[in-house]
């Protein structure tokens, strides 16, 4: 069987799981957020150490200014509802990408709630805000020039922002597409489209994707 260390998911399709229904965009964010827990739990029944999610890009701020503001909403939100509760149940929270560009009350309370829950072992919730791999592969050659080391594989994946590797990548929402989600570790992962739109995404679908993946064949290049 495989080791399933690491799953990262593209959350996609909440928009139009809104639009379905007659609701404007920001309930189907409002829906994907409160979706995150379920799938979590599932992580954890799992023992996967590490879940990675894309909530925002370095590209969604092309996106109407009152979608954004109420994606930034929802993170402030987030923040407040989960800290007592990811402490309790040992999670360790980190935002990924490059939130310099934040607001400074958001960044501050990002580094909170990371340092707050930064000894937590049970799984590492990494949320990316802000993020696009090509920025993030900018950034880490920029710290290796910094700290005049050598350009190497090892020094790469120990400067990115997430070094583990991936080993599941998911995406919600019917869209075969990366989307400069994480391509340095996802260099091995197994990689699975899902037409279910974000807040339908189910922990048991999830299950079933991971038991999928538990019972597949990796060869790493090799046979
Ligand atoms: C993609 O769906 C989704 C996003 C760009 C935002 C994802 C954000 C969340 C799930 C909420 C924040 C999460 C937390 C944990 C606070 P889309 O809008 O592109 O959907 P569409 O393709 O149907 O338009």
Redo the contacts with the bound molecule.
């Keep these: 069987m495989n080791e399933l260390k690491h799953i990262a998911i593209i959350?996609?399709?909440?928009?139009?799981?809104a639009k379905k229904q007659g609701l404007i965009?920001s309930f189907?964010?409002k829906a994907?957020?409160n979706n995150?827990e379920n799938i979590l739990k599932c992580c954890l029944e799992f023992n996967v150490k590490n879940l990675s999610?894309f909530?925002?890009?370095t590209e969604?701020w092309q996106r109407p200014k009152n979608e954004v503001d109420f994606?930034f909403s929802?993170?402030d939100d987030?923040l407040s509802k989960y800290k007592e509760k990811f402490k309790n149940e040992g999670v360790c929270f980190k935002v990924f990408g490059d939130i310099t560009k934040l607001n400074q009350k958001l960044q501050n309370n990002i580094l909170e709630f990371s340092e707050y829950t930064k000894n937590e072992n049970k799984i590492n919730f990494n949320?990316a805000i802000n993020y696009g791999a090509k920025d993030e592969l900018v950034r880490t050659f920029k710290k290796i020039q910094e700290k005049n080391l050598q350009i190497n594989e090892e020094n790469i994946t120990k400067n990115l922002d997430i070094s583990t590797d991936v080993d599941l990548l998911i995406r919600t929402?019917d869209c075969t597409r990366i989307s400069n989600f994480m391509l340095w570790q996802c260099a091995y992962a197994q990689i699975h489209f899902t037409k279910t739109?974000?807040p339908d995404f189910s922990s048991l679908e999830l299950e079933q994707i991971i038991n999928d993946f538990l019972n597949t064949k990796r060869t790493f290049g090799g046979v």
Excluded: E, P, Q
């Excluded at 959350?11 to 799981?17: F, P, Q």
């Design positions: 959350m996609d399709g909440n928009g139009r799981w965009r189907g964010h994907g957020a995150v999610l909530a925002f890009s969604n994606i929802l993170f987030y949320l929402g739109l974000f």
